[in-house]
Every structure is written in structure tokens, then in C-alpha cells.
């Protein structure tokens, strides 16, 4: 049964999925409506700005682990966050307005 499923000429011999580069790529117009400018890094107050949060609301929620912890440190543990950790703050912030919690059960 399964040869006669095998040689059907209708059934798809294979499927391409093409995925064109960058899609990686961070789009400008977002950046800009946070307000920052593009750069390798920015500092917690930059962030905080951007978010329209107090730079103590965002270091709680850090420590809360609602918004990820930056990979990069520099120099004596100050904190440095990409481009890709700011926006996905931004979609945390919009989803904690929206009423969700995202705090971490154990």
C-alpha cells in the first residue's frame, strides 16, 4: 500500500521554503519610534527612557526577571543591552499593559 502511495505522480515530490536574508534585520522605523538612536549598546537610563519607565521600575523588573537580563556587561558589572533586548522589553511592556503577568512561578 505504501509503494502505491510512493509512485502517485499527484502527491508533491518535495517542498521549498525560501527565506530571504536579513531576516535578522532589525527594522529602523521601530528603533526610532522608541527614540534611540542605532547603536552597538545602550545604557539602562537609554532603555528606560525609551520605555517611558523609571530607572528604578525597569532595575525592579529585572531583578523580577520580567525583562531579560542583558548579555553584555562592561567593565565592573554595568549593564549594556543590544538592540534585539530592547525591543523585546518593548513587547513585555506592551503585553503588561495589555494585563498579562509575566512574573517567573517556581
Known amino acids: ?5 510512493a509512485n502517485n ?17 532589525l527594522p529602523k522605523p521601530i528603533l526610532k519610534s522608541l527614540g534611540l538612536p542605532k547603536k552597538a549598546t545602550y545604557t539602562p537610563s ?3 527612557k525609551a520605555l517611558g519607565d523609571h530607572i528604578d521600575v525597569m532595575r525592579k523588573r529585572l531583578l523580577a526577571s520580567i525583562y531579560p537580563e542583558p548579555k553584555l556587561y562592561k567593565g565592573k558589572g554595568h ?3 543590544t538592540a ?7 513587547e513585555i511592556k506592551e503585553r503588561i499593559g495589555l494585563g498579562f ?6
Open 1 to 5: 500500500m505504501g509503494s502505491t502511495l
Open 46 to 48: 537609554e532603555v528606560a
Open 79 to 81: 549593564r549594556r543591552f
Open 84 to 90: 534585539r533586548e530592547v525591543l523585546r522589553m518593548a
Open 101 to 106: 503577568d509575566l512574573r517567573v512561578t517556581k
Open 9 to 25: 505522480s499527484s502527491s508533491p515530490k518535495h517542498l521549498e521554503i525560501v527565506i530571504k536574508p536579513p531576516f535578522w534585520h
